[in-house]
Protein backbone atom coordinates (compact mmCIF):
# COMPACT_ATOMS: atom_id res chain seq x y z
CA UNK A 1 0.00 0.00 0.00
CA UNK A 2 1.31 3.54 -1.05
CA UNK A 3 -0.92 5.40 1.60
CA UNK A 4 -0.42 6.65 5.14
CA UNK A 5 -0.92 3.46 7.24
CA UNK A 6 -1.86 4.58 11.14
CA UNK A 7 -2.34 2.06 14.31
CA UNK A 8 -3.91 0.77 15.90
CA UNK A 9 -7.33 1.51 14.78
CA UNK A 10 -9.25 1.48 17.36
CA UNK A 11 -7.72 1.56 21.05
CA UNK A 12 -9.72 1.97 24.25
CA UNK A 13 -7.85 2.41 27.44
CA UNK A 14 -8.61 3.25 30.93
CA UNK A 15 -8.45 6.99 32.57
CA UNK A 16 -4.87 7.41 33.35
CA UNK A 17 -3.35 5.07 31.28
CA UNK A 18 -0.62 5.83 28.90
CA UNK A 19 -1.29 5.52 25.24
CA UNK A 20 1.16 5.30 21.78
CA UNK A 21 -0.17 6.19 18.44
CA UNK A 22 1.94 5.25 15.12
CA UNK A 23 2.16 6.63 11.75
CA UNK A 24 3.38 5.32 8.98
CA UNK A 25 3.84 8.23 5.95
CA UNK A 26 4.02 7.53 2.35
CA UNK A 27 7.92 6.52 1.57
CA UNK A 28 9.47 9.84 0.81
CA UNK A 29 7.35 12.34 2.36
CA UNK A 30 9.66 14.58 4.20
CA UNK A 31 6.29 16.51 6.04
CA UNK A 32 4.43 14.34 8.98
CA UNK A 33 1.30 16.47 10.92
CA UNK A 34 -0.59 14.94 13.38
CA UNK A 35 -4.08 16.38 13.90
CA UNK A 36 -6.89 15.24 17.00
CA UNK A 37 -10.86 15.19 15.05
CA UNK A 38 -13.01 14.92 18.36
CA UNK A 39 -17.13 14.11 17.25
CA UNK A 40 -18.74 16.58 15.27
CA UNK A 41 -15.52 18.68 15.17
CA UNK A 42 -12.91 20.55 12.58
CA UNK A 43 -9.55 19.30 12.26
CA UNK A 44 -7.15 20.31 15.37
CA UNK A 45 -3.76 21.00 14.44
CA UNK A 46 -1.35 19.13 17.13
CA UNK A 47 2.31 19.11 15.83
CA UNK A 48 4.55 19.30 12.34
CA UNK A 49 7.70 17.33 11.44
CA UNK A 50 9.91 18.26 8.98
CA UNK A 51 12.44 15.15 8.64
CA UNK A 52 12.70 13.99 12.68
CA UNK A 53 12.67 18.06 13.69
CA UNK A 54 9.60 19.47 15.10
CA UNK A 55 9.57 23.20 14.18
CA UNK A 56 6.19 23.53 15.37
CA UNK A 57 4.53 22.03 18.59
CA UNK A 58 1.94 24.43 18.88
CA UNK A 59 -1.16 22.93 19.02
CA UNK A 60 0.21 20.35 21.41
CA UNK A 61 -2.66 20.83 23.96
CA UNK A 62 -0.54 19.80 27.18
CA UNK A 63 2.53 18.54 28.24
CA UNK A 64 1.08 15.15 28.57
CA UNK A 65 1.56 14.70 24.98
CA UNK A 66 4.45 14.15 23.11
CA UNK A 67 5.61 13.01 19.74
CA UNK A 68 8.16 11.55 17.74
CA UNK A 69 9.75 10.69 14.16
CA UNK A 70 12.90 8.45 13.73
CA UNK A 71 14.56 7.91 10.18
CA UNK A 72 12.79 10.81 9.14
CA UNK A 73 9.73 7.84 8.63
CA UNK A 74 7.47 7.01 11.19
CA UNK A 75 6.07 8.87 14.00
CA UNK A 76 4.52 8.27 17.25
CA UNK A 77 2.33 10.04 19.45
CA UNK A 78 2.43 9.40 22.98
CA UNK A 79 -0.49 10.44 25.25
CA UNK A 80 0.62 9.92 28.99
CA UNK A 81 -2.01 9.86 31.89
CA UNK A 82 -4.83 9.64 29.21
CA UNK A 83 -8.26 11.53 30.50
CA UNK A 84 -11.44 11.44 29.04
CA UNK A 85 -11.45 14.83 27.07
CA UNK A 86 -8.57 13.21 25.13
CA UNK A 87 -11.55 10.70 23.44
CA UNK A 88 -11.13 11.39 19.72
CA UNK A 89 -9.99 10.34 16.19
CA UNK A 90 -6.23 11.64 16.23
CA UNK A 91 -5.47 11.91 12.39
CA UNK A 92 -1.91 11.71 10.69
CA UNK A 93 -0.65 13.07 7.16
CA UNK A 94 2.05 13.63 5.15
CA UNK A 95 2.91 15.57 2.54
CA UNK A 96 5.97 15.96 -0.05
CA UNK A 97 6.02 19.54 0.69
CA UNK A 98 9.06 20.93 2.96
CA UNK A 99 7.61 24.67 3.56
CA UNK A 100 5.16 24.06 5.37
CA UNK A 101 0.69 23.82 4.94
CA UNK A 102 0.99 26.28 2.38
CA UNK A 103 2.69 24.32 -0.43
CA UNK A 104 0.97 21.35 -1.09
CA UNK A 105 -1.50 18.58 -0.52
CA UNK A 106 -1.53 16.82 2.64
CA UNK A 107 -2.27 13.24 2.55
CA UNK A 108 -3.81 11.85 5.59
CA UNK A 109 -4.11 7.78 7.04
CA UNK A 110 -7.89 6.66 8.12
CA UNK A 111 -6.62 7.92 11.77
CA UNK A 112 -6.78 5.96 15.53
CA UNK A 113 -9.39 6.37 17.59
CA UNK A 114 -9.19 6.65 21.09
CA UNK A 115 -11.87 5.86 23.42
CA UNK A 116 -10.90 6.71 27.02
CA UNK A 117 -13.07 5.18 29.51
CA UNK B 1 -2.80 32.26 14.21
CA UNK B 2 -4.79 31.93 11.32
CA UNK B 3 -8.52 31.84 12.67
CA UNK B 4 -10.60 29.84 9.55
CA UNK B 5 -14.71 30.49 10.11
CA UNK B 6 -16.51 28.06 7.59
CA UNK B 7 -20.44 28.30 7.50
CA UNK B 8 -22.85 26.81 7.17
CA UNK B 9 -22.56 23.68 9.45
CA UNK B 10 -24.77 21.68 7.72
CA UNK B 11 -26.39 21.61 4.31
CA UNK B 12 -29.11 20.05 2.62
CA UNK B 13 -29.96 20.02 -1.20
CA UNK B 14 -31.83 18.24 -3.51
CA UNK B 15 -30.09 16.14 -6.12
CA UNK B 16 -29.16 18.78 -8.64
CA UNK B 17 -29.18 21.86 -7.18
CA UNK B 18 -26.20 23.92 -6.11
CA UNK B 19 -24.22 23.91 -3.24
CA UNK B 20 -22.23 26.87 -1.38
CA UNK B 21 -19.75 26.35 1.35
CA UNK B 22 -18.57 29.89 2.90
CA UNK B 23 -14.92 30.32 4.44
CA UNK B 24 -13.53 33.78 5.87
CA UNK B 25 -9.88 33.78 7.19
CA UNK B 26 -7.90 36.48 9.42
CA UNK B 27 -4.24 36.37 8.35
CA UNK B 28 -4.22 38.61 5.01
CA UNK B 29 -0.94 37.05 4.43
CA UNK B 30 -2.08 33.70 3.81
CA UNK B 31 -1.67 32.45 0.47
CA UNK B 32 -3.37 28.89 -0.27
CA UNK B 33 -6.70 27.76 0.15
CA UNK B 34 -7.71 24.06 -0.11
CA UNK B 35 -11.08 22.18 0.25
CA UNK B 36 -10.72 18.68 1.71
CA UNK B 37 -13.88 16.00 1.71
CA UNK B 38 -14.14 13.47 4.16
CA UNK B 39 -16.94 11.04 3.48
CA UNK B 40 -18.21 8.95 6.54
CA UNK B 41 -15.55 7.16 8.36
CA UNK B 42 -13.02 7.82 5.32
CA UNK B 43 -9.98 9.98 5.42
CA UNK B 44 -10.31 13.36 4.60
CA UNK B 45 -8.99 14.21 0.51
CA UNK B 46 -8.00 17.41 -1.17
CA UNK B 47 -10.48 18.01 -3.80
CA UNK B 48 -9.68 21.37 -5.02
CA UNK B 49 -6.89 24.16 -3.86
CA UNK B 50 -6.65 27.90 -5.18
CA UNK B 51 -3.88 30.05 -4.85
CA UNK B 52 -4.14 33.83 -4.16
CA UNK B 53 -3.00 34.89 -7.65
CA UNK B 54 -6.31 33.77 -8.92
CA UNK B 55 -9.97 34.35 -8.19
CA UNK B 56 -11.50 31.41 -9.42
CA UNK B 57 -10.70 27.62 -9.85
CA UNK B 58 -12.99 25.17 -11.52
CA UNK B 59 -12.34 21.25 -12.10
CA UNK B 60 -15.57 19.60 -13.29
CA UNK B 61 -18.14 20.21 -10.97
CA UNK B 62 -16.84 21.89 -8.19
CA UNK B 63 -15.27 25.42 -8.36
CA UNK B 64 -13.54 27.22 -5.76
CA UNK B 65 -13.24 31.53 -5.63
CA UNK B 66 -11.32 33.69 -3.45
CA UNK B 67 -11.47 37.25 -2.36
CA UNK B 68 -8.66 38.10 -0.77
CA UNK B 69 -9.78 41.33 -0.17
CA UNK B 70 -13.01 40.51 1.92
CA UNK B 71 -10.37 37.65 2.84
CA UNK B 72 -13.40 34.76 2.16
CA UNK B 73 -13.46 31.97 -0.27
CA UNK B 74 -16.26 29.68 -0.91
CA UNK B 75 -16.50 26.15 -2.63
CA UNK B 76 -19.40 26.02 -4.89
CA UNK B 77 -21.06 22.69 -6.27
CA UNK B 78 -23.20 22.71 -9.38
CA UNK B 79 -25.38 19.67 -10.20
CA UNK B 80 -24.81 17.75 -7.11
CA UNK B 81 -24.94 13.66 -6.71
CA UNK B 82 -25.70 11.42 -3.82
CA UNK B 83 -22.08 10.54 -3.99
CA UNK B 84 -21.10 14.41 -3.19
CA UNK B 85 -22.50 13.92 0.45
CA UNK B 86 -20.06 14.32 3.42
CA UNK B 87 -18.50 16.49 5.32
CA UNK B 88 -16.38 19.38 3.80
CA UNK B 89 -13.29 21.27 5.31
CA UNK B 90 -11.86 24.77 3.78
CA UNK B 91 -8.47 25.30 5.52
CA UNK B 92 -5.64 28.12 5.57
CA UNK B 93 -2.15 28.15 6.38
CA UNK B 94 -1.01 29.79 9.78
CA UNK B 95 2.14 31.35 9.64
CA UNK B 96 4.06 28.75 11.16
CA UNK B 97 3.30 25.05 9.26
CA UNK B 98 0.01 24.24 10.50
CA UNK B 99 -2.90 24.35 7.94
CA UNK B 100 -5.95 25.61 9.87
CA UNK B 101 -9.06 23.97 8.94
CA UNK B 102 -12.44 24.64 9.78
CA UNK B 103 -15.01 23.54 11.80
CA UNK B 104 -16.83 21.72 8.66
CA UNK B 105 -19.73 21.42 6.22
CA UNK B 106 -22.05 18.21 6.58
CA UNK B 107 -23.48 18.41 3.47
CA UNK B 108 -26.22 15.94 2.53
CA UNK B 109 -27.82 15.35 -1.03
CA UNK B 110 -31.32 13.64 -1.07
CA UNK B 111 -32.49 11.99 -4.40
Known amino acids: GAGVSQSPSNKVTEKGKDVELRCDPISGHTALYWYRQSLGQGLEFLIY????????KSGLPSDRFSAERTGGSVSTLTIQRTQQEDSAVYLCASSPSAGGAGTGELFFGEGSRLTVL | GENVEQHPSTLSVQEGDSAVIKCTYSDSASNYFPWYKQELGKRPQLIIDIRSNVGEKKDQRIAVTLNKTAKHFSLHITETQPEDSAVYFCAAPDPGYALNFGKGTSLLVTP
Open chain 1, 49 to 56: FQGNSAPD
